[in-house]
């Protein structure tokens, strides 16, 4: 229950009866999605630069969060290279998603240009239309790393089991990151083979190849942590394959 508002120049506040704290709401429109149930201490996104993003800092209450120029979005950008929709993130159970909307100009993480939804992590720097950083994901409550822990390191382009660099070819990356931007989903051998080849999947032809690739990132996986116990990828007969981090 919320029973007093505040308006001021930097966005809304609100008291939660239930916790007895204040809750930071924001400029724009607040949607039926963010009930103040999930507005507590969390993930939120901060402002680098207040002359293009009058907000400092929005929680990610809700299942999304809308970024570009229109006045419609959770969160406005106020720059001319930023598209009218340019992202979204988007919550995937514990984690958050940088999804990229078709914007003209590109959404970019950490200095590199996504190609792919990316899994936020903490300190994350996210520009819109350029490199150059105009939000910064931040998690206060990330759980930290376990030691037999498997992310992807955007800087370097490579995976990581703790602090295990796992050695992999370009196109065992390529899989891997899709397996990884999907955790706990199921993805078609047919996902599977054209995150591999690209344009240059064949249906019909994957078989063969992917096994063998499927097989290798495996082995190389169980190398980087040999005291692991059960597979990172799980295969589900019929149905294609899942990327379990929780084992």
């Known amino acids: 229950m919320v029973n007093v508002y505040e308006y001021f120049s930097s966005g809304i506040t609100a008291f939660c009866m239930l916790c007895l704290k204040r809750v930071y709401l924001v400029y724009g429109p607040v949607s039926n999605r963010c009930s103040m149930r999930n507005a507590m201490p969390g993930a939120s996104l901060l402002a680098l630069d207040p002359e293009i993003v ?124 899709f397996l990884y931007e999907h955790a706990g989903e199921v993805c078609s051998r047919e996902s599977c083979a054209r995150a591999i080849w690209g344009s240059d999947y064949r249906p019909g032809d994957e078989a063969a190849p992917l096994d063998q690739q499927l097989a290798e990132v495996r082995r190389r996986l169980r190398a980087a942590d040999p005291q692991a116990t059960g597979e990172l990828i799980v295969n589900r007969r019929g149905l294609g394959y899942v990327l379990n981090l929780e084992r």
């Open 54 to 177: 009058a907000t400092r800092s929005y929680p990610l209450a809700g299942d999304a969060c809308s970024l570009g120029r229109a006045p419609g979005c959770d969160l406005v950008i106020n720059h001319p290279l930023v598209s009218r929709l340019h992202a979204r993130v988007e919550r995937n159970g514990m984690h958050f998603l940088l999804v990229d909307a078709g914007s003209v100009n590109g959404t970019f993480i950490n200095g590199r240009r996504l190609s792919a939804p990316h899994l936020l992590r903490h300190d994350d720097e996210i520009g819109l239309g350029s490199a150059r950083p105009v939000l910064r994901f931040d998690d206060p409550e990330a759980t930290e790393v376990a030691a037999n822990h498997l992310r992807y390191d955007d800087r370097q382009m490579r995976f990581l089991l703790g602090d295990r660099v796992v050695d992999l070819t370009p196109m065992q990356v390529r899989l891997l990151r």
